[in-house]
């Protein structure tokens, strides 16, 4: 219960890590508010919260919408009157092109929601985590570390993001308030099933094939699970990581070391 009584905002829940962080901080003892845009989606993950007897509330936000990240921030501090931790999550999946071939566009759209959302919310629930003297985690990515070609954009993006939240953690140290990042590998959930479905379909073999020849180059000898990535989250919101700000942890069983 290292989380007990604390309160956790969570941006881009969806099935796989955004419904891990959020039921793991509950499993912490943690209160919850819970943003995506899809609702239903919402509703299913605050359900699991509140059964652990934990306090949830939803807010569908769209994180490219100014003015329902305000939203966002004030319903968050409205239900609970504090924010410990706010987790981004959010993602979208910039052009998997080569960078100079790309359309910008598409770059722009990818910088919205995966670094500009990020630091709309944050600046407006600054208050309220000065307060508590809290933390923030940004949900990074592999690809900071490996050099596969037609990731430029992604790349990019999550450079950005990296970038900023350790600005954010000079800024915001002197007042209280630690930003760490994550960066997950391949995580065992839907998405990546479906893509090792797709892979062993176009090479004629069996996904448990593709999952093993994955596997082998990992350390660990698996790819981890949403909670297992979770989990780390719920470390660096914790007092347990209370010395600990402007770092980025590697998760991804060993496949990169870094």
């Not at 003015?67 to 009157?81: I, K, N, Q, S």
């Not at 719920?234 to 998760?251: E, H, I, Y």
Request: aromatic share 6%.
């Amino acid at each position: 219960m290292v989380l007990r009584d604390k309160v956790v905002v969570v941006s881009g829940v969806g099935p796989g890590l955004g419904r891990a962080i959020a039921v793991q901080c509950a499993k912490a003892g943690a209160d919850v508010v819970v943003a995506a845009r899809t609702e239903s989606r919402l509703v299913e993950v605050a359900k699991e919260v509140t059964d652990l007897g934990r306090r949830a509330v939803t807010v569908p936000t769209d994180l490219t919408d100014a003015a329902a990240v305000d939203r966002l921030a004030e319903a968050a501090v409205a239900a609970f009157g504090r924010v410990d931790t706010l987790v981004h999550n959010a993602f979208a999946t910039p052009p998997l092109a080569d960078l100079t071939e790309v359309d910008p566009e598409g770059i722009r759209a990818g910088f919205e929601t995966n670094v500009l959302a990020a630091l709309r919310l944050t600046t407006l629930l600054k208050p309220a985590l000065v307060a508590a003297r809290g933390s923030v985690v940004m949900v990074n990515s592999m690809v900071l570390r490996h050099t596969q070609r037609t990731f430029g954009p992604y790349r990019m993006a999550k450079a950005a993001l990296l970038a900023m939240a350790q600005s954010l953690a000079t800024e915001l140290g002197p007042e209280g308030v630690r930003v760490n990042s994550i960066a997950p590998g391949y995580i065992w959930a839907d998405n990546v099933k479906f893509y090792f479905a797709y892979l062993a379909q176009q090479r004629g073999v069996t996904p448990e094939q593709v999952y093993d020849e994955t596997a082998a180059k990992i350390d660990l000898r698996k790819l981890p699970e949403p909670d297992e990535v979770a989990d780390t989250v719920v470390f660096l919101a914790s007092d347990l990581a209370r010395a600990v700000t402007g770092q980025c942890l590697d998760v991804n069983g060993g496949e990169y070391h870094h």
